[in-house]
């Protein structure tokens, strides 16, 4: 019991003095030991690294979830330990309501043909983005808040305590400036030469905690090549997605009823757009076919004035008298008349003909 209570009052002794020695540190009135720059260096470099850390994890989990609601549940499921709710995402919404609303309409119809295709590729895109996000949570923000949760406490642990044993350390060279008799300057000297000791010492533990965090930011790279490769696979099937979206659709009558007959005379259309990206960094886009490739065969069709057998790549269903209804792998004849859209070439197959969209094609030797 007695052990006890000289404890208690040595703690607070030691408590009390480093309060006095911090308010008079505060006040001007006492000095305080510096530590070497190269420490501060490290503690500087250390809390950045934990500010920018936090704020691209904070910005990183708005990019793939922008709904804060949703991330805050997710928060809370995670410290939780149980897993979130599967959830349909916006693409998968879409393209649930295109389907839905094509399959109303109609697959027989252009337009109802063409709401179906758009529904599947949006739920394709929804896949693509839900690989995304869980790739980018393991590889990319788990690394980042292991180092928050885990190294950068401890270094907050350790520099705390670091600052404890400097109030010792200050504390004790006050004392002995103090200290008149020399009973008394023999004690206060072997507390300092003891609370120095203690002071180095944590001061080469923090050192070397604070210069792992070089460590951490390789490690940390490692993660930033993870996450950038994610989402180049992201956005490439993405783009391969819509390049082969865009292929089905080939080009749309800007008008038409619902029995697919064209309400505007002269077949008038909507060419969708081809985007320019480079081949070197995404994937070609279906069957070892380049683009160049197809566009300099049809091109060259149209220098000829020749015609050229084409497979069908997929089904189309004719908006208006003047366009072929095609179906898909069948071969017909196609030729290029003069002043025609170059969207679009004459096919032939048997006693029929019409103009039919080069998307939908691809030219045989």
């Given at each position: 019991?007695?052990?006890?209570?000289?404890?208690?009052?040595?703690?607070?002794?030691?408590?009390?003095?480093?309060?006095?020695?911090?308010?008079?540190?505060?006040?001007?009135?006492?000095?305080?030991?510096?530590?070497?720059?190269?420490?501060?260096?490290?503690?500087?470099?250390?809390?950045?690294?934990?500010?920018?850390?936090?704020?691209?994890?904070?910005?990183?989990?708005?990019?793939?979830?922008?709904?804060?609601?949703?991330?805050?549940?997710?928060?809370?499921?995670?410290?939780?330990?149980?897993?979130?709710?599967?959830?349909?995402?916006?693409h998968e919404l879409l393209g649930q309501s295109m389907i839905e609303s094509g399959n109303e309409f109609g697959p027989g119809t252009a337009y109802g043909n063409a709401l179906t295709k758009c529904g599947e590729t949006e739920k394709q895109l929804g896949g693509a983005e839900r690989e995304l996000i869980h790739s980018a949570a393991i590889n990319f923000l788990t690394?980042?808040?292991?180092?928050?949760?885990?190294?950068?406490?401890?270094?907050?642990?350790?520099?705390?305590?670091?600052?404890?044993?400097?109030?010792?350390?200050?504390?004790?060279?006050?004392?002995?400036?103090?200290?008149?008799?020399?009973?008394?300057?023999?004690?206060?000297?072997?507390?300092?030469?003891?609370?120095?000791?203690?002071?180095?010492?944590?001061?080469?533990?923090?050192?070397?905690?604070?210069?792992?965090?070089?460590?951490?930011?390789?490690?940390?790279?490692?993660?930033?090549?993870?996450?950038?490769?994610?989402?180049t696979t992201y956005y490439a099937q993405c783009y391969q997605y819509m390049v082969d979206l865009q292929k089905q659709l080939g080009s749309f009558p800007s008008s038409f009823s619902n029995n697919n007959q064209s309400s505007v005379s002269g077949g008038a259309s909507i060419s969708v757009p081809t985007i320019p990206v480079s081949s070197a960094s995404l994937p070609?886009?279906?069957?070892?076919?380049?683009?160049?490739?197809?566009?300099?065969?049809?091109?060259?069709?149209?220098?000829?004035?020749?015609?050229?057998?084409?497979?069908?790549?997929?089904?189309?269903?004719?908006?208006?008298?003047?366009?072929?209804?095609?179906?898909?792998?069948?071969?017909?004849?196609?030729?290029?008349?003069?002043?025609?859209?170059?969207?679009?070439?004459?096919?032939?197959?048997?006693?029929?003909?019409?103009?039919?969209?080069?998307?939908?094609?691809?030219?045989?030797?």
């Amino acid at each position: 019991m007695d052990f006890n209570v000289k404890r208690l009052a040595a703690d607070a002794g030691t408590f009390l003095s480093r309060a006095v020695q911090f308010t008079e540190e505060k006040l001007g009135q006492a000095e305080k030991t510096e530590l070497d720059a190269h420490l501060e260096n490290l503690l500087v470099r250390a809390e950045t690294t934990k500010q920018w850390t936090e704020r691209i994890m904070k910005q990183t989990e708005i990019l793939l979830q922008p709904n804060p609601n949703l991330r805050l549940e997710e928060f809370v499921y995670e410290k939780l330990e149980k897993k979130a709710p599967t959830r349909v995402n916006n693409h998968e919404l879409l393209g649930q309501s295109m389907i839905e609303s094509g399959n109303e309409f109609g697959p027989g119809t252009a337009y109802g043909n063409a709401l179906t295709k758009c529904g599947e590729t949006e739920k394709q895109l929804g896949g693509a983005e839900r690989e995304l996000i869980h790739s980018a949570a393991i590889n990319f923000l788990t690394p980042f808040r292991n180092f928050l949760e885990g190294d950068f406490k401890t270094i907050l642990k350790e520099r705390k305590l670091l600052q404890v044993k400097r109030l010792d350390l200050d504390a004790a060279k006050t004392r002995l400036k103090k200290a008149r008799m020399s009973d008394a300057r023999a004690v206060a000297e072997q507390e300092l030469r003891m609370t120095q000791s203690e002071f180095d010492r944590q001061a080469e533990i923090t050192r070397l905690l604070l210069e792992g965090v070089s460590s951490t930011h390789a490690h940390q790279l490692r993660c930033l090549n993870d996450f950038v490769e994610a989402q180049t696979t992201y956005y490439a099937q993405c783009y391969q997605y819509m390049v082969d979206l865009q292929k089905q659709l080939g080009s749309f009558p800007s008008s038409f009823s619902n029995n697919n007959q064209s309400s505007v005379s002269g077949g008038a259309s909507i060419s969708v757009p081809t985007i320019p990206v480079s081949s070197a960094s995404l994937p070609s886009v279906s069957g070892g076919h380049g683009s160049s490739a197809v566009s300099g065969g049809f091109n060259e069709l149209r220098s000829s004035n020749g015609s050229r057998k084409a497979r069908v790549l997929y089904d189309y269903d004719a908006a208006s008298s003047s366009e072929l209804s095609l179906l898909a792998d069948e071969v017909i004849t196609v030729s290029s008349v003069p002043g025609m859209d170059s969207d679009w070439l004459m096919g032939e197959r048997g006693s029929q003909k019409g103009k039919v969209p080069i998307t939908y094609l691809e030219l045989l030797n």
